[in-house]
């Protein structure tokens, strides 16, 4: 996804912003690229209103979901030792480094050990680990978190929050607001309590699980499960054979993947099914609530058509 001078003014950004885009790529740039450099040169308010246009943009589109688990992935790797940088201050930080903490701003904190524990209260923090059963935690503002390793904890309840993860087995908690998450490896558990955060996953058997409005999820990996209810959230499968179940209201849901199944007791604006797909939306009749249920391939319902139910509690195509 290639992000242009005409995307920043349908945007409306600011002038700082513009004019900083136009220096740095006057040609335009990919949204890894532009993400990634504003990481770095430490505009995390510019990178999180990034993500907010893109993801809005182009959430339905399988390819800058792909971007964007790569756009994570090399923030996992990045905030990793050798990369990252072991803090000096020793006042800060315990003996051993198994067990690193610190509660000042613009921090740097990095471990390669396994079943280590980092912890940070400060603000514009970045955590790096890349051991196995590594406890990550932030409730700073704008902190990055980034994991490697198999099986980690990683939580945060800071705003604007970025978490990147690489590994297998791993679980994200995240209660604070315009968070970013990303997760490449198999089996990771993601929570998700925070209004507007977006999550990306690549691997499979994915569970995520989300109670904030407005938070996006997009899904790769095959067999993965999500439960949402949030409102006005959007949700979207590429992978084979998900499960999603709803409550939330106002939501947008694409299962693009063969043979998805979803299941909503809130009321779903719209549903976009794969090959194979089936839904059952609850609806109330006036007296009592059912179900219209809509599988690929009969009474017209047809794959990759976006459908919603009409006052007579019908799918229709939109």
Known sequence: MVIT???????RVGPVMYRWFIRHFPDGGSYADVHRTLQFAGYADWANSLVEYAWTKWLSEESFVRQDIRTMDFLANALTPPNAIFPRDAE???????????????????NAE?????????????????????????????????????????????????????GYGVRIGSVGYNAHIGSSGDR??????????????????????????????????????????????????FGEQPKIANSGDNVHIVASGEHAVIASVGHVDSIILGPGGCAALAYHDGVRTRFAVAIEGENNIQAGVKYRLNEHHQFVAC
């Open 92 to 110: 800060n930080v315990a003996p051993c480094f198994s067990k690193l903490s610190t509660v000042k701003d613009k921090e740097q904190l990095a």
């Open 188 to 237: 990771a558990r993601v929570v998700v309590a925070g209004n507007s955060t977006r999550v990306s996953s690549a691997g499979n058997s994915t569970r995520i699980a989300n109670t904030g409005m407005r938070v996006r999820v997009s899904t790769l990996g095959s067999r993965s499960n999500i439960a949402s209810a949030g409102d006005l959230s959007h949700i979207t499968c």
């Open 5 to 11: 001078r005409r995307d920043l003014r349908a945007w």
């Open 114 to 166: 396994n079943s280590a524990q980092i912890c940070s209260a400060g603000d514009n923090v970045r955590l790096g680990c890349a051991g196995d059963n590594v406890k990550a935690a932030s409730a700073g503002t704008h902190s990055y978190i980034g994991s490697t390793g198999d099986n980690g904890w990683l939580s945060s309840a800071g705003y604007a929050t970025q978490i990147a993860s690489a």
